[in-house]
C-alpha cells in the first residue's frame, strides 16, 4: 500500500489518535512508513479553527461546482434558441434546448471533475467562512475546555408495544378505509414507488419555480432557471411523501387494486434468477449510470446534504423498551481498522469486476478462522458458529457490497487527522468498503475480547451499484433458515437510523421496509449504539426516494430474515470529493460489535424473536 505524500501533505498522513481502550495496544499498528513522528497535541482552540475551516472550504468546493454546472445548464440553452430563432424549424427549437442542456450540463461537470474553476473558487470562499466561523468556535471550545471521556448514553424507557410503524397521513386513510395491509405483492411495491417517485419530481420541477418566479432576484432567478431549483424541489417532494403520502397513497390504491382483481399469484414475486458470473446492464440503464457518474459530482452532494436536512426534521426521540444485559463501552481497535479500510478501498472492484475485493476478503476471513463460501457471481457468505449457550439467539447476519461505483486508486487516498479522502483524482471507495472493513474489525473485536455472541453471517454481495444485482439473486434460504436480523452496513451517517425505506427505483424486484422503534431490530440498533456512546436519531423517512441498499432486496427482508441498513459513515458518495470521518469509521466498527453481542439478549421461540427478560421500566 502507497499513501500519497507530499510536503504539503506529510502533516495530513499523521493520524489523530482516538482516546479509546486498546484491545492489544501493540497489535497491528497502521505503518506509515517516512512519516516523521506524531506533532504534539493540538489545543482546543487550534483544533476547533483547523476542523471549521477544513469542513467549509469542503462544503464551498461542492457548492461552487454545483453553481458552474447550474449556470452553464440555464444559460447555454437559452444562446442555443436565441440563434436558431428564424434559423431552424420552430418545431425543433425544443429538442435543440433540451439537447443543449444535457449536453451543457454534461460537460460542465466534467470541467468540474478535471479543472474545477468553480470549485476551486467555491473552496477558497469556503476558506474564509471557515475562518470566521472557526474562530468563534475556537473560542467556545477553549471555554468548554478539553471534550468529556466518551460513555455510553442512557435512552428514555417506555413499555413495549405502544410504537407502530409510521404511515403518512394518506397511506392510513387507506388503511381505516380498507384496512391494514397484509403483505406487500411485486404489484403493489412497483405501484408505490411509482407513485412516490412521480409526485416527488412533480413538486422538483413545479414548486421551486413557482417560488423562484414569485420572490425574483438572483434568489429567485436561481431557483427557477438552474439545477437549485430542482434539486431543492426533490428534498420538498421527498418532504411532502413522508408525511402526506400523496404519491404513495395513489400508488399503493392501484397496488390493491391489482392485488384484488389479479388471479392470487400473478402479481407476487417471481423466483430469484439463477446466478450468472457477469451483470450486463441495458443500454437505458448503462446511459444513466453514465451520465450518473458525469454529474454526480456537482448534484449529489448537494442533493444528499439538503436531504438529510430535512430528513432531521422529521427525526423521532428514540426509546428503550427491551430489556438488554450490561456489556462494557464497546471498543475496537482503531490503528487496524483504518489501514484495513484504506488497504480495501484502494483495491480495484467496480461493478462486475470485484474479483480481486474477494480474494482479499476470503484471505481476511480465513486468518479469522472463519469458514466461507463463494458463490458462482463472487458473492461470499461466511458461518460464525454461535458461542456455547447462545444457539437460541437469532442469527445475526452482517452485509456489506463489494463493488464501487466507480474504479479507486490505492495511490490516491490521503489519511488526515480527522478524515480519510483522495487527491479528487479518483473516488474513495467508502461506500462500500468502509462498511467491509468495520465489519471485519467489529467481527475481529467480538473474537479477540473473547465476547460471547450468537451464530453470525456475513455476507459481501457483488454489483450493487448497477441495481442490487447480486442480493437480488440470493434467496432467504441461501443466507439462513431460521430467524435473522439483518444489518446492512451501507448507509450515511451514523447515528441517523431510517426506520423506513423505499424500493429502489433501477431494480423492480426491489422491496420497501417499514420498522416501529419497538421491532427488536431496531432496539439492538439502539443499544448498540448507546453502548458505543452515540445517541440515535430515529428518522421516519427514507434515505432518499427511489435509493436504497441490499437490504431492499427479498433475500435479505422476506422469509424469516428481516433486515434494516445502518450508517458506515461516508460522505459525498459517488463523487471524487467522497471522504470519511475517522471517527465515524470507527464509531460504525463499535456499532457492529454492539450488533453482534446485544443479540446474545434475544431468543428466537418458533419464527419470533424475543427478549430474553422482560422488561420494566423503571
Known amino acids: 500500500m502507497k499513501i500519497q505524500s507530499s510536503p504539503q501533505s506529510q502533516t495530513a498522513l499523521r493520524l489523530a489518535q482516538v482516546p479509546t481502550p486498546s484491545i492489544q495496544p501493540a497489535v497491528d499498528k497502521l505503518d506509515l512508513q517516512g512519516t516523521p513522528p506524531p506533532p504534539p497535541e493540538k489545543s482546543d482552540f487550534r483544533e476547533a479553527m483547523e476542523e471549521t475551516i477544513e469542513t467549509c472550504a469542503h462544503q464551498g468546493k461542492k457548492l461552487g461546482s454545483l453553481a458552474a454546472v447550474s449556470y452553464a445548464t440555464a444559460a447555454l440553452p437559452l444562446v442555443a434558441i436565441s440563434a436558431s430563432v428564424g434559423v431552424v424549424p420552430d418545431m425543433l427549437i425544443g429538442p435543440i434546448a433540451i439537447g443543449t442542456m444535457i449536453g451543457a450540463m454534461a460537460l460542465t461537470a466534467l470541467e468540474e471533475k478535471h479543472l474545477g474553476l468553480g470549485k476551486q473558487l467555491g473552496r477558497a470562499a469556503g476558506a474564509v467562512v471557515g475562518a470566521g466561523a472557526g474562530l468563534v468556535r475556537g473560542m467556545v471550545a477553549e471555554l468548554k475546555g478539553p471534550e468529556q471521556a466518551r460513555t455510553k448514553v442512557q435512552l428514555e424507557q417506555q413499555a413495549p408495544g405502544q410504537a407502530r410503524p409510521f404511515r403518512p397521513l394518506v397511506q392510513r386513510g387507506l388503511d381505516t378505509a380498507f384496512g391494514p395491509l397484509q403483505n406487500r405483492s411485486k404489484a403493489l411495491e412497483i405501484s408505490e414507488l411509482v407513485g412516490a417517485t412521480a409526485s416527488t419530481l412533480v413538486v422538483a420541477y413545479t414548486v421551486p419555480g413557482m417560488i423562484g418566479n414569485a420572490i425574483g432576484g438572483p434568489i429567485g432567478e436561481a431557483l427557477a432557471t438552474t439545477l437549485v431549483g430542482p434539486l431543492s424541489g426533490m428534498v420538498l417532494g421527498g418532504l411532502a411523501e413522508s408525511t402526506l403520502g400523496i404519491g404513495r397513497g395513489a400508488g399503493e390504491l392501484v397496488g390493491r387494486a391489482i392485488d384484488k382483481f389479479l388471479p392470487a399469484g400473478q402479481s407476487s ?350
Open 269 to 618: 414475486q417471481t423466483t430469484p434468477a439463477k446466478p450468472k458470473t457477469e451483470s450486463k446492464p441495458g443500454a437505458l440503464k448503462k446511459g444513466f449510470l453514465s451520465m450518473n457518474n458525469v454529474i454526480g459530482q456537482p448534484v449529489i452532494g448537494f442533493l444528499l446534504d439538503t436531504t438529510i436536512l430535512g430528513n432531521r426534521l422529521l427525526a423521532q426521540k428514540p426509546f428503550q423498551s427491551m430489556h438488554f444485559e450490561e456489556r462494557p463501552l464497546a471498543c475496537v481497535n482503531d490503528d487496524r481498522l483504518i489501514k484495513n479500510f484504506v488497504s480495501l478501498a484502494g483495491i480495484h472492484g467496480p461493478s462486475g469486476q470485484e474479483q480481486l475485493v474477494g480474494d482479499e476478503l476470503q484471505v481476511r476471513l480465513n486468518k479469522l478462522n472463519i469458514k466461507s463460501e463463494r458463490r458462482e457471481d463472487g458473492t461470499i457468505i461466511a458461518t460464525l458458529p454461535a458461542t456455547p449457550g447462545y444457539e437460541d439467539s437469532p442469527t445475526v447476519m452482517l452485509s456489506a457490497h463489494q463493488d464501487t461505483v466507480m474504479p479507486t486508486k490505492a495511490e490516491n487516498i490521503i489519511v488526515g487527522p480527522r478524515r480519510i479522502h483522495t487527491n479528487e483524482k479518483s473516488i474513495l471507495g467508502a461506500d462500500d468498503r468502509a462498511g467491509l472493513a468495520e465489519i471485519l474489525e467489529g467481527v475481529e473485536s467480538v473474537l479477540e475480547q473473547g465476547l460471547a455472541h450468537p451464530e453470525v453471517k456475513l455476507v459481501f454481495t457483488v454489483d450493487e451499484e448497477r441495481g442490487l444485482c447480486g442480493a437480488s439473486r440470493l434467496k432467504p434460504e441461501d443466507i439462513s433458515n431460521r430467524p435473522t436480523l439483518g444489518f446492512v452496513v451501507d448507509a450515511l451517517d451514523v447515528k441517523d437510523v431510517h426506520l423506513t425505506n423505499d424500493a429502489v427505483i433501477v431494480n423492480p424486484s426491489s422491496v420497501k421496509y417499514n420498522y416501529s422503534q419497538d421491532d427488536p431490530l431496531v432496539q439492538v440498533v439502539y443499544r448498540s449504539m448507546t453502548n458505543a456512546g452515540l445517541e440515535p436519531r430515529p428518522i421516519p423517512a427514507p434515505i432518499l426516494t427511489g435509493a436504497g441498499s441490499d437490504a431492499n432486496t427479498r433475500a435479505f427482508n422476506s422469509g424469516k430474515i428481516k433486515t434494516i441498513a445502518v450508517g458506515a459513515g461516508e460522505r459525498d458518495m459517488h463523487t471524487p470529493l467522497e471522504y470519511i470521518k475517522i471517527e465515524d469509521l470507527i464509531q460504525a466498527s463499535r456499532h457492529v460489535v454492539g450488533y453482534i453481542t446485544n443479540s446474545c439478549d434475544l431468543k428466537v421461540e418458533g419464527d419470533q424473536v424475543l427478549p430474553r427478560k422482560a422488561f420494566l421500566p423503571q
